[in-house]
């Protein structure tokens, strides 16, 4: 029967727990209660309620206590790296192991201590200037007793370098130097120094500036790798290099004239490009023609030795006809360009008129149109003799 029924039994409460007190529980009791308990645990009291006698402890209950305190103890013993770092256990301070990223376990302090350092983070350093806080008295940043330094021409600049570097071996880098910052500092400036001082001022303000900073991350990176630093160098940066404030404008007058003088040669090396190709063609063009030349007069003499011969071999066959036929193509080659016209008249004396003008122009219009009418020949002998009296040269043709 449930306790609300009617008839049903009140003392069975399920919120009080009492018969038919209703009021709060009591503390002073609880708190007697719990003492009773503990009590228990580690040796209650003696006799029959006699609270001034007190047991020894319960050798069950120091077992959990310390079993408890171990298990504590043991757990504090576990640590999380994260990614992009590196843990160096050390046990009393000496060296134990390297480890990874993630969740780890070392034995708890103070017999195991862990030393967390940032391999992926890029680190920076500032030699001849500081680019936070506040200004130097150079007003611009500049740390002068870092930033000038001597050349090999024995001049002065100013140089800002920035060095940027990360940790690649966490124990090289936390056991092998006391002090990383301050000796890579060290070591860079010392090499900063070298370089510089082993070019010009020109050199290292103008084209050399690539060099410079190849040729001082190397050196750096070759000193720290004796010291078995466990610094990476990634890169060396010239921020800056110009000379000292007091000789500025000077510096600059001279960079103007070096320019001009730049400029100069380039506008000769421009107008040489232009002029000297067109010389080389007009004298590779004369030479050619020179060529031409050549041939042409060597196979003309050749030629004419050729027709010599052939006029030689003529002669010896008939002599006074080759020789008559050479004198008449000479005459008819020399007059040809003239107007002159020779008639034999020998032995007659009646004239002859002959439109001679009329048919010079004529000869020279059929040419010119492509027609070449054969005319009387410049050479050729016109008679006026009478027919009982026959030209000498009518005498001879019909002798022959």
Do not use: C, H
Not at 239 to 259: C, G, L, T
Request: proline share 4%.
């Amino acid at each position: 029967m449930s306790w609300n029924e009617p008839g049903g039994d009140k003392k069975k409460d399920p919120w009080s727990g009492r018969n038919e007190d209703n009021g709060p529980p009591d503390l002073d009791e609880a708190i007697r209660s719990l003492q009773d308990k503990l009590g228990g645990l580690f040796g209650g009291n003696r006799g029959g309620g006699n609270n001034n006698e007190i047991s020894p402890p319960s050798l069950k209950g120091l077992g959990f206590l310390a079993l408890g305190a171990v298990a504590l103890w043991g757990a504090s013993g576990f640590y999380i790296v994260d990614e992009g770092n590196r843990g160096v256990e050390l046990r009393f301070g000496k060296y134990i192991a390297t480890t990874q990223p993630g969740l780890n376990w070392r034995l708890p302090s103070p017999i195991e201590t862990v030393e967390i350092v940032n391999v992926s983070q890029q680190r920076f350093l500032e030699v001849g200037y500081r680019s936070s806080g506040g200004r130097t008295a150079e007003g611009q940043g500049s740390v002068a007793k870092e930033a000038l330094m001597l050349t090999k021409d024995e001049n002065i600049v100013d140089v800002r370098l920035a060095v940027q570097y990360q940790v690649n071996d966490a124990k090289k880098y936390l056991f092998n130097i006391l002090n990383q910052t301050a000796t890579l500092k060290q070591v860079t400036e010392s090499v900063e120094r070298g370089v510089i001082g082993g070019n010009t001022m020109d050199f290292v303000l103008t084209e050399g500036r690539s060099q410079i900073v190849a040729d001082i991350k190397a050196e750096i990176q070759q000193v720290m790798d004796s010291y078995d630093s466990g610094i990476q160098i990634a890169s060396v940066n010239l921020q800056d290099a110009q000379p000292p404030e007091q000789v500025q404008n000077a510096f600059e007058d001279a960079i103007k004239a070096r320019e001009d003088k730049q400029r100069l040669i380039n506008e000769a090396e421009a107008y040489a490009n232009d002029v000297v190709p067109k010389a080389r063609g007009a004298a590779a063009r004369l030479t050619q023609q020179s060529e031409g030349y050549k041939s042409r007069i060597i196979s003309a003499a050749e030629g004419d030795v050729s027709r010599f011969r052939q006029i030689l071999t003529e002669y010896k066959k008939a002599p006074e006809v080759t020789r008559k036929r050479i004198y008449l193509d000479a005459m008819e080659s020399v007059m040809s360009g003239t107007d002159t016209v020779m008639v034999d008249v020998k032995g007659g004396n009646n004239l002859m008129y002959l439109p001679l003008d009329k048919l010079a122009a004529k000869s020279q219009a059929n040419i010119s149109d492509g027609y070449v009418q054969t005319a009387p020949s410049a050479t050729q002998t016109y008679t006026t003799t009478n027919t009982a009296r026959p030209s000498a040269r009518g005498r001879t043709e019909r002798g022959r």
